[in-house]
């Protein structure tokens, strides 16, 4: 069997405040193989741009990081920066949310697409124009808009430049972070499937986050949960989405959100409550105190992934043979914290 792209082991994220530490990611192992599409959705909160950030270490310092993010066997946490630059565009890159925050307002789209073409490839400037021309025309933008400055294109097409960004240096590996959140609707559908188009073609990796499972089931081939810090289900995207076993994906699966609605990705329908404070998270089954089909000790115990069926694992006493009752009650979060 060939090693996956990429291997997170015991992945924690805490962000140091004022009022302590905030634990935005607790122990998340995760694989995605190679040209594999790998969907990971949770509420607002649930810790998927932290862990996205934490791939290519893009978190902001006061940070902390545990556990290893293996990139094609190298570990991403321990790379020196000159090592980490390449990596950035070369091996893994990024499309985030907002295009207009990450695009320079004073430089042409052109220049900023060239940029790191010439700094990681070697090649000169003539066919650095030739490949911005090339990628311009695979996002379905012509070629003079190279002359653009951000500011003179529509929110769709910033987006569309994202993407050319994000496949200059034809990565192995492309995070894609709500990449259609802050567009219309009819935009959205239009950037997804030039996402999943020009991935496929490429046999690119693609690690795509929403909080919307049925635009990542329609993409994926794989689903991560995220709650509360953790990925409570993962498994296929189809069964994950239609037959979730975990009872947060059961009613994420259920929510539908109504694409592009700022409510419903907030809220989902249909689910009781708010996600729990990262640094007051209830003891046991973080999801308890929301959970409409909770047992009497799911209270004591912290469930771990467990496979419920083949290639699908989820965190829920209600998949062990007997419904956790022989589990030892889980740290407490102080001990947790502790650690
Ligand atoms: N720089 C920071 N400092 C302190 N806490 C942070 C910081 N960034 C994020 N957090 C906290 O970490 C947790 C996870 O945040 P994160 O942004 O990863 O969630 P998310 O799943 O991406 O949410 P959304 O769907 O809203 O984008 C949240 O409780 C958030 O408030
Ligand atoms: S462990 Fe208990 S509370 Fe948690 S999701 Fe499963 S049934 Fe619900
Ligand atoms: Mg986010």
Redesign the pocket.
């Given at each position: 069997m060939t090693s996956p792209l990429l291997r997170l082991e015991g992945l924690s994220v805490g962000?140091r405040?004022r009022d302590g530490v905030?634990p935005?990611?607790r122990g998340v192992d995760l694989t995605l193989a190679r040209g594999e599409k790998l969907g990971v959705a949770?509420?607002?909160?649930?810790?998927?741009?932290?862990?996205a950030l934490a791939l290519l270490r893009l978190l902001?310092p006061?940070?902390t990081v545990t556990g290893r993010v293996l990139l094609d066997g190298e570990d991403v946490t321990e790379m020196g920066w000159g090592r980490l630059r390449a990596v950035r565009w070369a091996g893994a890159s990024i499309i985030f949310q907002g295009a207009m925050h990450s695009l320079n307002p004073v430089q042409t789209i052109g220049d900023q697409i060239t940029e790191p073409i010439l700094r990681h490839q070697k090649v000169s400037r003539e066919s650095a124009d030739t490949r911005v021309a090339e990628l311009l025309g695979q996002v379905g933008m012509l070629p003079d808009r190279a002359r653009s400055y951000p500011h003179e294109l529509s929110g769709g097409q910033r987006q569309r430049v994202m993407i050319a960004m994000a496949l200059a240096c034809e990565p192995d590996l492309v995070i894609a972070?709500?990449p259609t959140t802050a567009l219309d609707v009819m935009v959205q559908a239009q950037i997804l499937t030039l996402i999943e188009d020009l991935v496929a073609r490429r046999g690119i990796s693609l690690l795509m986050?929403s909080?919307d499972l049925s635009v990542l089931s329609d993409v994926c081939d794989r689903l991560a949960i995220?709650y509360a810090?953790r990925v409570v289900e993962v498994g296929p995207a189809d069964e994950v989405f239609r037959q979730a076993r975990h009872p947060y994906g059961a009613a994420l699966a259920s929510a539908f959100p109504t694409v592009g609605d700022p409510a419903s990705?907030m809220r989902p329908q249909g689910l009781a409550g708010d996600p729990p404070d990262?640094q007051a998270l209830p003891s046991g089954c973080a999801f308890h105190p929301r959970c409409a089909v909770r047992l009497e000790h799911c209270d004591a115990v912290d469930p771990q992934l467990w496979p419920a069926t083949e290639g699908h694992d989820v965190a829920c006493v209600r998949v062990l043979p007997d419904d956790g009752r022989s589990l030892a009650p889980g740290p407490t979060r102080a001990e947790e914290a502790a650690r």
């Open positions: 962000y405040t905030v935005a990611v949770g509420e607002s909160g649930s810790g998927k741009s932290t862990l902001p006061s940070a972070d709500e986050i909080h995220m810090g990705r990262p």
